[in-house]
């Protein structure tokens, strides 16, 4: 990056090319997306065993399936015969088995190779060699978090500490017993940008009195650009009148059954490296996850968590799905607002930060240093 002199409230932000360009998001995906820790599926899409979903994680396809012993397991979605895909649906259930499509190998759901035409004639063929390639896996906050890397990083301290360095401790979050809550409302978003304007734009609360009319009317301090890192472990105030995390403000559910006396009225957003952000409200918690798929597209799927009781009722969670989904809707069009520009000339030397998107200025450095580090764990 050319040194570029600025007065000490700006710093720079990363040069156009780095939302652009293939070969950087290349080497996002191999030093970043298939190396940590990456929040794959809502576990309880996953019903019964035999059911699976598929997900890109970095360039690879990955296939979450229940066991019969009910255990979530990943691997890659590759047939180890030809190398066919093996699942070529998002999401779906089988009874016993995964099969090939083209010559018709078969494995159980725990990975292993059970069958394949005239396997007699092949004494030789060690089935245990060609079952599955089985990935990490760990189930947190109900859901299934893979890693790609043969040594995956420390969970505790990738995504356990980005929740303790907001909250303050990483067992606040337990009070929102998010495991347990059921899925009231999912909504995907195909966001035409680089998944860093998108990071970048969850970062920081400069924009919300520009685009965000709704969240500031509900957290009236954001309307002061401070982002939800300057409350770490206190959280966003409701405004006065508001009753609830709601598009309009009004009543809300109950609150969920452990929030403590600070986190009532109050709103919480972590971001956790690499691709996740939560949004934490008495009553609800919003869960994103995003896929990248290209240097200027990423899909979002964002879960809105409600408790279980509430979602059996069938009770009317329209009006708090709407608050955030206006809002992710504002934030995305700001990022495709951004994409193309990023390969302009006028870009070519990066942007400035101001102030309070000043630790925005960490995650740079961040992406950098991983981008700079040795590539150790693909062949
Ligand atoms: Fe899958 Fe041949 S490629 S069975
Ligand atoms: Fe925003």
Partial sequence: MTAVSLPPSLIPTLPGRYYTDPEIFAREQSRIFETMWFCAVRSSDLP??????????????????????????????ICRHRGATLCTEDSGEVKRAFQC?????????DGKL???PNLTKMPDLDRTEYGLVGLHLREWLGYAWVCLADEPPSFEEDVLGAVSERLGTAAAIDAY??????????????????WKLIVENFMECY??????????EVLPEFADGYAAQYYVGHGAEFGSEIRGFTVDGGEGFANL???????????????????????????????????????????????????????????????????FHRVNLQDFDACERCQPSMSSRAYARGGVLVPSEHHIGAFHDWVTTKLSAPDSQRP
């Fill in 48 to 77: 019964n065993p035999g059911s699976f979903r598929t997900v890109r994680i970095g360039r690879e396809s990955v296939l979450v399936a229940r066991g019969r012993d009910g255990a979530l397991r990943a691997f890659l979605n």
């Fill in 257 to 323: 059954p452990g929030i403590t006396n600070e986190q009532d009225r109050r709103y919480y957003a972590i971001t956790i490296r690499p691709q996740v952000f939560v949004n934490l409200v008495p009553d609800h918690i919003i869960f994103h996850r995003m896929y990248p798929l290209a240097a200027d597209r990423t899909v979002v799927e964002c879960d809105w968590l409600y408790s279980a009781e509430v979602v059996a009722s069938g009770r009317d969670v329209s009006r708090s799905v709407e608050l």
């Fill in 207 to 216: 924009h919300c009195a520009t685009i965000h009319p709704e969240l500031t």
């Fill in 177 to 194: 017993e998010i495991g347990d809550l059921a899925v009231g409302k999912r909504i995907t978003y195909d966001v035409r940008a680089n």
């Fill in 101 to 109: 499509a083209y010559h018709a190998w078969t494995y159980g759901l």
């Fill in 114 to 116: 059970v069958a394949a």
